[in-house]
């Protein structure tokens, strides 16, 4: 995709399914952020990061846990 999903959320993507921790069962489409595309492995561990998009709206993403 070459434009922006919504305002503030800039390309390229990085699309993911993460599954939780917390509850196996469920998973989420997302984007992760804060990496190179050569740098995604399958079954790397990420963490939840908020990213303000606007002055009253935040977005979680995740981004590779460091090792």
Same mark, same amino acid.
């Given at each position: 995709?070459?434009?922006?999903? *919504?305002?503030?959320?800039?390309?390229?993507?990085?699309? *993911?399914?993460?599954? &939780?921790?917390?509850?196996?069962?469920?998973?989420? &489409?997302?984007?992760?952020?804060?990496?190179?595309?050569?740098?995604?492995?399958?079954?790397?561990?990420?963490?939840?990061?908020?990213?303000?998009?606007?002055?009253?709206?935040? &977005?979680?993403?995740?981004?590779?846990?460091?090792?």
């Amino acid at each position: 995709m070459n434009r922006e999903f *919504a305002p503030g959320i800039k390309p390229p993507f990085i699309v *993911a399914i993460v599954q &939780l921790d917390e509850q196996a069962d469920l998973r989420m &489409l997302t984007n992760l952020v804060d990496v190179k595309i050569g740098d995604v492995r399958m079954n790397q561990r990420v963490r939840v990061v908020f990213q303000q998009v606007s002055s009253d709206a935040a &977005l979680a993403f995740f981004t590779p846990e460091e090792s």
